[in-house]
């Protein structure tokens, strides 16, 4: 088990850019697989990206590739989200999750797979 918090989200106009930082605590951090997700009013937890235990694996919704930068630093027990050209439907809140897997797979995406959340950071782009 990993307990996470996540920073970085602030007001910012469409077009601007953010770093999300999901800071880890627990031994072992590079036996997880991380995603990243939202929650915007009114629809349904999504899976914004993700990234395997080592790195080597990225994944991204359609909706962000591109744009959207997920890495993370293993040394540190941090994973970073960069987030540019944002626009106003990426308004949300954001979270941190994480998973135990026993292998360099990247393939979890529902919110159901990940075990441990954090509380969330508040993302806002004004149109």
């Known amino acids: 088990q990993v307990q996470l918090v996540e920073s970085g989200g602030r007001l910012v106009q469409a077009g601007g850019s953010l770093r999300l930082t999901c800071a880890a605590s627990?031994?072992?951090?590079?036996?997880?697989?991380m995603g990243w997700f939202r929650h915007a009013p009114g629809r349904e937890r999504e899976c914004v990206s993700a990234?395997?235990?080592?790195?080597?694996?990225?994944y991204y919704t359609n909706s962000v590739k591109g744009r959207f930068t997920i890495s993370r630093d293993n040394a540190k027990n941090l994973v970073f989200l960069q987030m540019n050209n944002l626009k106003a439907e990426a308004t949300a809140v954001y979270y941190c999750a994480a998973r135990a897997t026993p292998s360099e797979t990247n393939r979890y995406r529902q919110r159901r797979d990940y075990d441990d959340w954090g509380q969330g950071t508040q993302v806002t782009v004004s149109s």
């Open positions: 627990g031994r072992a951090f590079n036996m997880y697989s």
């Open positions: 990234i395997s235990r080592n790195g080597g694996n990225t």
